[in-house]
């Protein structure tokens, strides 16, 4: 059974910190792409950023870049999403989500809900 399980979600202050894990399992996560998404209330999803099956490549949504970090650990079956100077426009539920390397199979996480605020 595929499995993508987010976690790492809260509420922190405006410049603050978290990191987001996502642990896969049911499929071979090495042959994924893994990204992050989210959705705020009211707005359509918006991608956050992802990375490449081996990790050597990311691209990040320019609201994010230079705040965001994904990474992945391939022999954890984990992505990670470290969130850093986190701002008012950040809240969200934010996703995970694995896209095959070869194929159109995609697979998303349930979500974990993300609260800035002082």
């Known amino acids: 059974q595929v499995q993508l399980v987010e976690s790492g979600g809260g509420l922190v202050q405006p410049g603050g910190s978290l990191r987001l894990s996502c642990a896969a399992s049911g499929f071979t996560f090495s042959n994924y792409y893994m990204s992050w998404v989210r959705q705020a209330p009211g707005k359509e999803r918006e991608f956050v950023a992802s990375i490449t099956w081996s990790g050597g490549s990311a691209l990040y949504a320019d609201s994010v870049k230079g705040r965001f970090t994904i990474s992945r650990d391939n022999a954890k079956n984990t992505v990670y999403l470290q969130m850093n100077s986190l701002k008012p426009e950040d809240p969200a539920v934010y996703y995970c989500?694995?896209?095959?390397?070869?194929?159109?199979?995609?697979?998303w996480g349930q979500g974990t809900q993300v609260t800035v605020s002082s």
């Open positions: 989500k694995a896209r095959a390397v070869v194929g159109v199979t995609a697979y």
